[in-house]
């Protein structure tokens, strides 16, 4: 099977490094990929959005399946495209995108089919008073949400009325989002812990994969500016077996099958962001595609072979007991250019990669890195994914080796996390309370 890849990040380096695993891969090309991507799979030249010259490579290279790492493309219709030319495709169609496309329209659907979420109300520009008072009504905090992609920028919690006001005067009338805040969605503040379920469907049948957990903030304690992600955990200790469930009845299957009902069944995978509160399970967002940093700790845990598992999606025949998962744990810690999510500097030599042994356990998957010449330099604000894959439940020991690899690199500027793992920690037994094996 020839297989293409679309993206540049360490989702799509993991994806990549999952599908070399397989038997059924020949040729892998990655469009545009990175420096680490550059290493499994041929580069290609050409942009995620570029849907006509995507098409145009896939015929002219026989490519046999397409996997899509981002939501752009997926939001703009490249599923619809490529199967009209009767090109195989992962991913959900541009009506399917909508949950991530539009979180007013997310939003009404969950409140159509019943699915735990926050209150909310949406509110278009020329409802500005409107939105002001429901945003009052609701209480402080109160959480402003551009409806459409805003690159993870979209989110506002205002603490105060005033900040809210502001927030949405800024998307409605000064049209700071553009297109994406032209509708806003305001919604209840939820209390809880962090976790994200994806779940792989051919838009009938479905598999879960281990529950996770992103570090979405820039400073240790989850205090600084929101990121892409700094670092996650999988399996989630947050997400218990019971919990999984609820997550499974009161969120996966009504979503799907809210879905179908609908006429625009979803295929690929469907990326619940959610919330685990008092009250349970509760939804903060859908994603069209698979996290990032999250991809790279729930693909190492698939047993199965992801070619043929994701073939079976594009060609709607998901076999869910081909989707086995490891007994294990992993942990990736990213590391980052010194600076973002503001500002930061990039061509900065990396040097220790090759330190970096898959013998001991550990991978480092490429965000933002290019090649020059022989030398692999720095070229985005995360920049590479450094991932451990302990093939035990001991959650501490795989964050000692993860950690122990990012002490193996360097680059000017780096900056990390060092606390990628810990709140997972706080809901396990400590060492000395569990009962010997
Ligand atoms: P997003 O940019 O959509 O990934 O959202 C950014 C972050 O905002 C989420 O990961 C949550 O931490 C937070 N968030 C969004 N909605 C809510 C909510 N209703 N209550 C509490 N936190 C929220
Ligand atoms: N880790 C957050 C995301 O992929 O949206």
């Known amino acids: 099977m020839n297989v293409l890849v679309i993206g540049s990040g360490a989702r799509e380096h993991t994806i990549v490094w999952k599908l070399r695993q397989s ?37 002219e290279n026989s490519i046999d399946l397409t996997v899509v790492g981002p939501e752009q493309p997926l939001v703009d219709g490249i599923v619809d495209q490529f199967e009209a030319a009767g090109l195989a495709i992962v991913g959900p169609t541009k009506a399917a995108a909508m949950l991530e496309g539009s979180k007013a329209f997310a939003k009404e659907f969950m409140a159509s089919c019943n699915i735990p979420t926050a209150r909310f109300r949406s509110f278009g520009a020329g409802e500005l008073d409107e939105a002001e008072r429901y945003a009052r009504q609701l209480g402080l905090p109160v959480v402003v949400k551009a409806d459409g992609l805003a690159a993870g920028k979209g989110v506002v919690i205002c603490e105060s009325f005033d900040a809210a006001v502001i927030t949405l005067r800024d998307m409605l009338q000064n049209k700071s989002f553009g297109r994406a805040g032209e509708q806003v969605v305001i919604e209840e503040y939820l209390v809880g812990e962090e976790a994200s379920v994806f779940a792989l469907t ?11 957990q992103d570090h979405k903030r820039i400073l240790d304690g989850d205090r600084g500016k929101n990121t892409g992600g700094m670092g996650a955990y999988a399996p989630a200790p947050v997400v218990t077996s019971e919990i999984l469930k609820r997550i499974e009845e009161e969120v996966v299957l009504p979503t799907l099958r809210g879905m179908k009902e609908r006429g625009t069944p979803y295929r690929g995978c469907l990326y619940c962001g959610l919330m685990i509160t008092a009250d349970g399970p509760k939804v903060i967002e859908y994603n069209c595609r698979l996290g990032d940093p999250e991809t790279q700790v729930v693909l190492p845990l698939i047993e199965g072979d992801l070619a043929e598992i994701f073939m079976s999606i594009a ?43 898959q013998e001991d356990g550990c991978v480092v998957f490429h965000a933002g890195t290019r090649m020059d010449g022989d030398q692999i330099l720095t070229s985005g604000g995360r920049v590479l994914g450094v991932t451990a894959i302990g093939y035990s439940h001991e959650l501490q020991k795989t964050i000692d080796a993860a950690y122990r690899a ?25 060492p000395e309370q569990r009962s010997p094996k």
């Open 406 to 430: 990012v002490g193996l690199i360097t680059f000017d500027g780096a900056y990390y996390r060092s606390d990628i793992g810990q709140k997972a920690l706080q809901h396990l037994p400590k």
């Open 23 to 59: 038997p059924q891969v020949r040729a892998l090309y990655c469009a545009p990929g990175n420096a680490g991507i550059g290493k499994m799979a041929t580069p290609v030249s050409l942009k995620p959005n570029d849907i006509a010259g995507l098409a145009r490579f896939v015929r």
């Open 315 to 357: 060609e709607g025949r998901l076999d869910p007991a081909a989707v086995r998962l490891h007994d294990a744990t992993v942990v990736c810690v990213v590391m980052a250019s010194r600076g973002y999510p503001d500002d930061y500097q990039t061509g900065k030599a990396i040097h220790g990669l090759e330190n970096v042994k």
């Open 202 to 212: 051919d838009g009938d049948r479905y598999a879960l994969l281990a529950s996770a």
